[in-house]
C-alpha cells in the first residue's frame, strides 16, 4: 500500500471517526430520552402498593404531563442555599460566566470562519491566492486553539462557581437538564477530539482529495460547536421563559418541551450571528495588533490583509444581527409584554440606548476603516472629497438612533423643558424614528464598501455610465424611502408601525444585494488604476479594528447583562424565585462598570494568547513579489 | 460646479448671520420657526444646509486662494453644532444629551478631518506647530498652553468636587413595565389580552379597524374625521362612548392633562414633571390601552418600585370613577389625539 493511499485511509478513517464521535452523544442520550430522561418518578406515589400517577400541566405548552421531578426550591437568604464569601455572589458569578462566554464565543466562532476561508482557498483557481487562503485559516484555527483549553478552563471555574455559590439553583437546573448536560459533556469531548484532529492534520492533509477531507472535518467541527452552542442556549432559555415544567416547577418529563422553550430559536440565531461578528472583530484586533508590532513590510502586507478579511467576515455577520435582534425582542415581548416593556421601555431602557451607542460605534468604525482602506488604493482619491456627506449621513442616523425617550436630567431641566418628553427630541426617542436611523447607518455602510470595492479600478463596460446613474438613484431613492417611512410611522397604528420595518429593511438589504452584485458586474475586467498596496494604510485605520472589537466585546457584555437581568427576582422566570441579598437589579453605572472590568481582563487574556500564538510562530522565509495591479501583494506566510 | 458652490456658500453665510443674530437678539428668535409636527425633520434639514453652506464657503474660499486652514475648519464646525444645539432648540436640551450629542459631532468632526492622510496632515500641522515651538509666537502659545491647561483641568476638577445645592439628576422610568394582571373594583384584568369594551362597531363587536377610521387627523390642527362627530345627536355606539368619555375627561381630567390633552391644564405647573401629554407621540401613542387602565386606575400611588421616584401625583381613579367610566375615558383619550391604541399582531 503506497503512502498516499494509506494517509488518505487514514483520513477518511479520522473523518468516520470524528461523525462517530458527533453521533456518540445521540446515541447515549437514546435510552435516556426513551426514559423521559431518567428523572426520578416524582410524581409516582405509592399508596398501598397502588402507583397513582400525578400529573402536572406545562406552563408554556399548556400540555399534561406526568410530574417527573421535584418543585423548584423555595430557598432563604441563608448560608445553606446561598453560602458566601464576604462579597456579592452574583458579582463573582456574571465575571465567571462573562468570560466563559466570551471565550467559548470566540472559539465557536472561529472555525466557522475557517471553514469559510478553507473553502474559498480550496474552489478558487489562483494557486497563489488558494495558498494565501490556506495559510489564514491556519492561521486563524492557530489562535482558537490556544484559546480554546482556556475556554475549557473557565467552563470548569464557572461550575464551581454555580456550585459552591448557588447549590439550590444549581440543583434544581441540572434536575431538569441532567441528559442534556451529559450530551453536552460529550459533545465538548466530540469537540477536542476533532478540533485537535482538524488542527495537526492540516500538514498532511493540503492537497487533492485529502484537502476536500480536510474541509469536511471543519464541516463537522462547525456542527458540533453548534449543537454545543445550542444545548447550552436551552438552559438559559429555561431561564428566561420556562416550559417543560408545571407551575411549581416540577418536570414533567418531556425534555423536549425543556429545550424547546419560546425564546431558544431567536437565541439560537442571535447567538450564532453574534459570535461571527464578534469572532471577526477579535481576529481583526489580532491582526491589527500584529500589524502595528510588525517589523517589515512583508509582515504588514499579510496583516492588513487578515485584518480586512477578518473585519469583512465579522461585519457581513453584523449587518443582519440587528434583525435577528428584532425577531428575539418580539418574541420576547410575545412570550411576556412585561418583559418586553421592562427591556425597552421600563428599568432597562436605558441600557438599550448604550447599546445603540456599541452598535453605533461598529458602524461608524467600520466606515472609517474602509475611508482608510481607500488610502491604499492609487487612483481612490475621487471618492476621498465624498467622505465628509458620508460622515454627515452617520452622524444624522446616529444622533437619532442614540436619543434616549427617557431623558436623564435635573428636576431643573425637565421643568425648564416643560414635561417629560422634550417637543423636538422627543420624536427621535421612539422606535419609527430608530428604525429609520438605524437604516440610514447600514445603508452607508454599504455605500462605503462600494466605494471601496470600486476603489482603483474604472468600469469599462458600455453601460458604464447609466450604471452609475442607475446606482446613484437607487441609492438616493433608497434613503427617501427610508426616511419617509420612518416619518410615515407616527401616523399609523403601533403593529402596522411594526410592519413598516420591514420594506425599511428590504430597502437597505436590497442596496446590499443589488448594488453589490451590479457593481461587480460593472467591475468585471475594470480599468485598474493602480495596485492595492497592502500594508500601506494608516495606523489609525488597526485602532479602529481594535476599536471594533472592543465595541463588540462591550457590547457582547452589555446584551448578556441585559438579558439575564430582565428576570429581575427570578432565578427561573415565575417558576424559582431568588431570595439571596442580591435579587435587585444593579444601578446603570455599576453594570456599565461591571462590564468594562470583564472587557479590560477578556482583552488583556486574549493578549496573552495573542503572545502565546506569536512566540510559538516559526518564521517561514519570506518572498518579497513584486505587487500585481489589481491584486495584493503577497503577504509574509509565516506564522 | 462654481455656481452651485456659490448658492451654497451664500445660504451658509445667510444661516450663520440668522443664527446669531437669533442668538444675540437682533433677529426675532421666531423668525424661522420650528414648526410642531415637522420640527424633528426640520432640524435635520436645517443642518444638511448648513453643512451645504459651509462646503460652498469653503470651496469659494479655496477658489480665490485663502483657503481656511482645515484645523479651524474641524474646531468652529464642532463649535457651531453647539451652538445650533444650545440656541436654536427649545425648550432647552438637558445636558446630558447635549453632552452626548457633543461627544458625536466631536467624533465625527475626527473622522472627516483624518478620513484621508492629506486632511489628517492639514489638521495636525497647527498642534504640531505649537508643540514644536520653531517661532516666537508658537512659542508663547506653548507657554500660556503650559499654564492654562492645568487651570482648566483643576478648575474643572474643582467645579467637579465642589458639593452642589441642585437636585441630583433623576433617571425616571416614564413607563414602567406593568404587572400581568390588575384587580379594579373586584375583577381581574390580564393586560396583555383584555380589550376596552366600548371599542366596538355598529353591531357592539370589539373591532379596533372601525374606531380607528373614526379618530380625529393627527396632522396639524387635528379635525374631525367626516360624519364622525361624537357630539352630534346621532351618534351612536363607539362615538357615543366617545362622547361619554369626553364628558368624564372635561369632569376630572382636563385641570391637569389640559383641555387639547397636551399636559398643560389649569394645574398642570404646580407639578413637576408636569402631567403626561397625550399629544406627544411618546406617551400613549406608545402603549396598550390596559397599560393606560392600569395607570388610571391605581394612580400614581399605585406606580411599582421600577416607577422610582414615583414622580406623578395622579389619583388612583378606581376610587373615584366606575371600571366603565375608566375604559370610556381612555377610548376619549386615542379619539382626541388621533392615536391609535398599540396592540400586538
Known amino acids: 500500500m503506497g503512502s498516499v493511499t494509506r494517509t488518505k485511509l487514514m483520513s477518511i478513517m479520522a473523518l468516520g471517526a470524528m461523525i462517530g464521535l458527533l453521533l456518540l452523544p445521540i446515541l447515549v442520550a437514546i435510552p435516556a430520552l426513551a426514559s423521559d430522561g431518567g428523572a426520578p418518578a416524582a410524581g409516582v406515589k405509592k399508596e398501598g402498593g397502588d402507583a397513582k400517577v400525578e400529573k402536572g400541566k406545562d406552563v408554556y405548552y399548556k400540555t399534561e404531563g406526568i410530574v417527573s421531578g421535584p418543585p423548584a426550591p423555595k430557598t432563604t437568604d441563608s448560608e445553606k442555599d446561598y453560602p458566601r464569601y464576604n462579597f456579592e455572589s452574583r458579582v463573582l458569578l456574571w465575571f465567571a460566566n462573562q468570560q466563559h462566554l466570551y471565550y467559548g464565543s470566540f472559539v465557536l466562532a472561529v472555525p466557522i470562519f475557517c471553514m469559510v476561508i478553507e473553502f474559498m482557498g480550496v474552489v478558487t483557481k489562483d494557486k497563489a491566492m488558494a495558498k494565501r487562503y490556506d495559510q489564514l485559516a491556519y492561521d486563524f484555527i492557530k489562535i482558537s486553539l490556544t484559546a480554546y483549553s482556556l475556554t475549557a478552563i473557565l467552563g470548569g471555574i464557572l461550575i464551581f462557581t454555580f456550585l459552591t455559590l448557588y447549590p439550590a439553583f444549581f440543583q434544581y437546573l441540572s434536575g431538569i437538564f441532567r441528559p442534556v448536560m451529559h450530551i453536552y459533556a460529550l459533545m465538548f469531548v466530540a469537540e477536542s477530539g476533532t478540533l485537535y484532529i482538524y488542527y495537526y492534520g492540516w500538514d498532511k492533509m493540503k492537497e487533492g482529495f485529502l484537502k476536500w477531507i480536510h474541509l469536511s472535518m471543519s464541516v463537522v467541527l462547525n456542527v458540533i460547536g453548534t449543537i454545543l452552542m445550542f444545548l447550552a442556549n436551552s438552559w438559559i432559555g429555561f431561564m428566561m421563559s420556562p416550559a417543560g415544567v408545571d407551575e411549581q416547577g416540577r418536570y414533567l418529563g418531556n425534555i423536549w418541551h425543556v429545550i424547546h422553550t419560546a425564546l431558544w430559536n431567536p437565541l439560537n440565531l442571535h447567538r450564532i450571528l453574534g459570535n461571527m461578528a464578534f469572532g471577526g472583530g477579535v481576529v481583526a484586533a489580532y491582526a491589527a495588533y500584529r500589524f502595528l508590532s510588525a517589523k517589515t513590510d512583508e509582515e504588514r502586507a499579510h496583516y492588513d490583509w487578515m485584518g480586512y478579511i477578518a473585519m469583512a467576515l465579522g461585519v457581513a455577520f453584523l449587518i443582519p444581527l440587528p434583525f435577528a435582534g428584532y425577531w428575539l425582542m ?36 467600520t466606515n472609517y476603516y474602509l475611508w482608510q482602506a481607500l488610502g491604499r488604493m492609487r487612483g481612490a482619491e475621487k471618492y476621498q472629497r465624498y467622505i465628509k456627506y458620508l460622515v454627515f449621513l452617520l452622524t444624522c442616523g446616529y444622533l437619532v438612533f442614540i436619543t434616549p425617550h427617557t431623558i436623564v436630567m435635573t428636576p431643573a431641566e425637565l421643568k425648564a423643558m416643560g414635561g417629560q418628553q422634550h417637543p423636538v427630541l422627543g420624536n427621535y426617542g421612539v422606535m419609527s424614528a430608530k428604525n429609520g436611523g438605524i437604516n440610514v447607518i447600514i445603508t452607508t455602510t454599504v455605500l462605503s464598501f462600494v466605494w471601496y470595492m470600486r476603489g482603483n479600478k474604472v468600469s469599462t463596460v458600455s453601460w458604464s455610465k447609466f450604471g452609475n446613474i442607475f446606482m446613484g438613484c437607487f441609492f438616493f431613492f433608497a434613503y427617501l424611502n427610508i426616511i419617509m417611512l420612518a416619518v410615515y410611522g407616527y401616523y399609523i397604528p403601533a403593529n402596522v408601525r411594526v410592519g413598516l420595518s420591514v420594506p425599511q429593511v428590504a430597502t437597505t438589504l436590497s442596496c446590499l444585494f443589488f448594488m453589490f452584485a451590479l457593481n461587480s458586474v460593472m467591475m468585471k475586467g475594470a480599468k485598474q488604476m493602480g495596485p492595492i498596496e497592502w500594508g500601506k494604510i494608516s495606523a489609525r485605520s488597526q485602532y479602529a479594528l481594535i476599536m471594533l472589537a472592543t465595541a463588540f466585546t462591550w457590547m457582547m457584555g452589555l446584551m448578556g447583562y441585559i438579558r439575564s437581568s430582565v428576570r429581575l427576582f427570578w432565578h427561573v422566570n415565575e417558576i424559582m424565585r431568588d431570595n439571596s441579598p442580591w435579587a435587585y437589579t444593579h444601578t446603570v453605572g455599576f453594570a456599565a462598570n461591571m462590564i468594562s472590568a470583564n472587557v479590560l481582563f477578556f482583552w488583556i487574556s486574549i493578549m496573552f494568547v495573542f503572545w502565546l500564538g506569536a512566540l510559538g510562530a516559526k518564521k517561514a522565509p519570506v518572498e518579497a513579489k513584486a505587487a500585481v495591479p489589481g491584486r495584493a501583494a503577497a503577504p509574509a506566510v509565516g506564522h | 460646479m462654481k455656481a452651485l458652490m456659490s448658492v451654497g456658500a451664500l445660504i451658509g453665510v445667510l444661516g450663520l448671520l440668522m443664527l446669531i443674530g437669533m442668538i444675540f437678539g437682533v433677529i426675532p428668535s421666531n423668525t424661522v420657526r420650528l414648526v410642531e409636527g415637522y420640527m424633528p425633520m426640520q432640524v435635520l434639514s436645517e443642518l444638511a444646509v448648513f453643512v451645504a453652506g459651509f462646503t460652498g464657503l469653503s470651496y469659494l474660499a479655496n477658489s480665490m486662494g485663502v483657503a481656511f486652514p482645515r484645523f479651524w475648519q474641524g474646531v468652529l464646525f464642532w463649535a457651531f453644532i453647539q451652538t445650533y444645539l444650545k440656541f436654536r432648540i427649545y425648550p432647552p436640551i438637558p445636558f446630558s444629551v447635549r453632552a452626548m450629542y457633543g461627544t458625536v459631532s466631536f467624533v465625527a468632526v475626527f473622522m472627516w478631518v483624518s478620513a484621508n492622510e492629506e486632511d489628517w496632515k492639514k489638521f495636525r500641522q497647527p498642534i504640531l506647530n505649537v508643540l514644536d515651538a520653531n517661532t516666537g509666537f508658537h512659542k508663547a502659545l506653548r507657554t500660556m498652553y503650559l499654564i492654562l491647561l492645568p487651570l482648566l483641568i483643576g478648575g474643572f476638577s474643582f467645579l467637579t468636587m465642589k458639593p452642589s445645592v441642585d437636585e441630583p439628576i433623576e433617571l425616571r422610568t416614564v413607563h414602567p413595565a406593568p404587572p400581568a394582571s390588575t384587580k379594579v373594583h373586584g375583577k381581574t384584568y390580564t393586560l396583555q389580552t383584555s380589550q376596552n369594551p366600548y371599542r366596538v362597531n355598529l353591531e357592539g363587536k370589539f ?76 406617551t400613549i401613542a406608545q402603549l396598550q390601552e390596559t397599560f393606560i387602565f392600569w395607570r388610571v386606575a391605581k394612580g400614581g400611588i399605585g406606580l411599582p418600585n421600577e416607577g422610582f421616584p414615583w414622580a406623578s401625583v395622579m389619583p388612583p381613579w378606581e376610587q373615584h370613577l ?22 400586538w399582531d
Open chain 1, 330 to 365: 418580539r418574541e420576547v415581548y410575545a412570550y411576556r409584554q412585561q418583559m418586553g416593556i421592562t427591556l425597552m421601555g421600563g428599568l432597562l431602557a436605558w441600557l438599550f440606548i448604550i447599546q445603540a451607542t456599541m452598535i453605533g460605534i461598529l458602524f461608524l468604525s
Open chain 2, 207 to 282: 373591532d379596533q379597524a372601525y374606531s380607528n377610521k373614526l379618530i380625529v387627523e393627527q396632522g396639524m390642527g387635528r379635525l374631525m374625521a367626516p360624519n364622525a362627530n361624537p357630539w352630534d345627536d346621532k351618534a351612536e355606539g363607539y362615538l357615543k362612548y366617545v362622547r361619554e368619555g369626553g364628558e368624564i375627561f372635561f369632569q376630572n381630567c382636563h385641570f391637569c392633562h389640559g383641555d387639547n390633552l397636551n399636559g398643560r391644564g389649569l394645574h398642570a405647573f404646580a407639578f413637576n414633571p408636569i402631567p403626561a401629554n397625550f399629544t406627544d407621540p411618546g
Open chain 2, 322 to 343: 366606575t371600571t366603565d367610566e375608566i375604559w370610556k375615558v381612555i377610548l376619549f383619550e386615542y379619539w382626541h389625539t388621533g392615536y391609535y391604541p398599540r396592540t
